[in-house]
């Protein structure tokens, strides 16, 4: 078989090429390292990058698959991951200067589920540090850029991961979201990115952000991509005392059934309030391209939405958490070791009294399931993923809290979502919806984007900034 040059647009096309013997993974893997050097110094995407140790895993997996050992759908396939998931034997520095030298002996579940998959670990992304932030702002490895626009954000906090996905880098990559951080980089860079259900992907050897709303997922180009990384990642882990025990199934079987009958809503009061007119008209768009393939497009009320659980009351929660933390070691080094964001998150937690913590707490539950109720009327629902375009980095896009508005509320929740492209502004840049589900609801979540996106040619839009 003659050996085909292109770089694959899915991972589905890699792993029919690496199958058919028109690809290898060294020489693919060997192509997105010489990417990444290309376009590192513009995009900045990146923390570490171990070249000898992925092409030595990558021509490791090639001798498999020729022996006749395949591991899946993933086999041989380079990823990158967030920093703040532990690599055995690879920095992982939580995007920090307080740990620039941490070298983990042991991968992080995610990781190592990953790996046993056939994935080839291809760099380390960088992210706000230690997770604190919505932007792509590091004040120790620098700023991340948006490929469709270097002087925008990529948001955050999983910023490399969405850079380097949407700029081709790679075919795939993990991130952590607490708030908004998988779904924020999905949103503003124009790929798929998908926070599961709350402890329905383990947490072990990734460093917390905050307990109660810490999740792990995948970034993709397609909603396919993002399934089939999301198929391996999902299991309970007897190690991570967040872990919960969950229905094995296959994400990718099912996403061509269609949207017809699907009940989508639209929250009145929430959806479209304070949003750019822009955003708006692509998030109508969809939802009316969505209702034309067949769903039932209505409105629905979530109260608390409304007014109480909007985008800053949870962040007594998940600020405190963080406090609880990071805050001993945090209140015995140099504190300037730690860039702003952190250093604010940190006066401002430890202002949280443990009284109104303990509130916040025992009413949750009795909240979450007042949320809940919307699903005896929809399926899911809508909103935008970001109420505007990614902004210039001259925006303190950081000290938003408009950027959240959406995105903490469901976190608050531990309900499933998904981030998919549904437009362009008159910018050219990308815009992202927001689709919200029931518990252990991802498939058919990833069902309605992969919907929308079949419907649509967003997601074969290239950045100005792409490895071709």
């Known amino acids: 078989m003659r050996s085909d040059t292109r770089l694959p647009a899915t991972i589905a096309d890699a792993g029919k090429r690496l199958r058919d013997g028109s690809l290898t993974s060294e020489p693919l ?14 995009l900045n995407a990146f923390i570490t990058v171990p070249e000898e140790k992925a092409l030595a895993a990558a021509a490791a997996l090639d001798a498999e698959l020729k022996a006749g050992k395949d591991r899946g759908p993933l086999h041989g396939i380079p990823i990158v991951y967030k920093d703040n998931c532990d690599t055995a034997g690879i920095l992982t520095t939580m995007g920090s200067q307080f740990f620039s030298k941490r070298v983990p002996a042991q991968d992080a579940t995610v990781v190592r589920l990953l790996k046993d ?48 996905v949407a ?67 999902v299991g309970y882990d007897p190690t991570d ?28 009061n929430f959806t479209y309030r304070n949003v750019d007119a822009e955003v708006a008209d692509a998030v109508r768009g969809a939802a009316d391209k969505l209702a034309s393939l067949g769903a039932e497009v209505k409105p629905v009320r979530i109260p608390l939405f409304e007014d109480k659980i909007n985008f800053s009351y949870p962040l007594t929660i998940l600020l405190y958490e963080f406090n609880q933390i990071l805050g001993d070691e945090y209140r015995k080094a140099d504190k300037s070791l730690f860039g702003p964001v952190v250093q604010a998150n940190m006066a401002r937690g430890s202002q949280i009294p443990k009284a109104t913590y303990d509130k916040a707490i025992a009413e949750r539950p009795k909240e979450i399931a007042e949320i809940r109720s919307v699903f005896r009327h929809v399926d899911a ?14 925006w303190d896009a950081e000290g938003s809290e408009r950027v959240r508005q959406f995105t903490v509320p469901v976190s608050f929740t531990g309900l499933p979502a998904v981030s998919v492209p549904c437009g362009f502004g008159p910018s050219g840049l990308p815009i992202g919806l927001h689709i919200v589900g029931n518990d252990m609801q991802e498939a058919l979540l990833l069902r309605i984007a992969a919907t929308l996106e079949a419907a649509t040619d967003f997601h074969e839009r290239k950045p100005p900034l792409y490895c071709a």
């Open 241 to 268: 005392k967040y872990s919960i025990r969950s229905p094995r199934e296959d994400f990718t079987v099912g996403l061509n059934r269609g949207v017809r009958g699907v009940r989508l809503g639209i929250v009145e």
């Open 29 to 42: 893997t060997r192509t997105y390292l010489g990417c990444i050097r290309e376009l590192q110094p513009k």
């Open 117 to 164: 998959a056939g994935t080839v670990t291809l760099a380390k992304a960088n992210m706000n540090e230690l997770a604190a932030g919505v932007a792509g702002a590091n004040k120790h490895y620098g700023n991340a850029h948006n490929p469709w626009d270097v002087a925008r954000w990529p948001g955050g906090s999983s910023s490399g991961s969405g850079a380097a």
């Open 381 to 394: 629902f809508l909103t935008p993923t970001h109420p505007m375009v990614a902004p210039l980095h001259t």
């Open 167 to 233: 700029a081709g880098l790679c075919l795939g990559g993990i991130g952590s979201d607490t708030g908004i951080s998988v779904r924020g980089p999905a949103g503003w860079c124009g790929v798929v990115g998908v926070r599961p259900s709350y402890g329905r992907v383990s947490v072990a050897g990734v460093y917390p952000r905050a307990y109660s709303f810490d999740t792990i997922g995948p970034l993709a180009r397609t909603v396919a991509d993002a399934a089939t990384l999301l198929n391996v990642m």
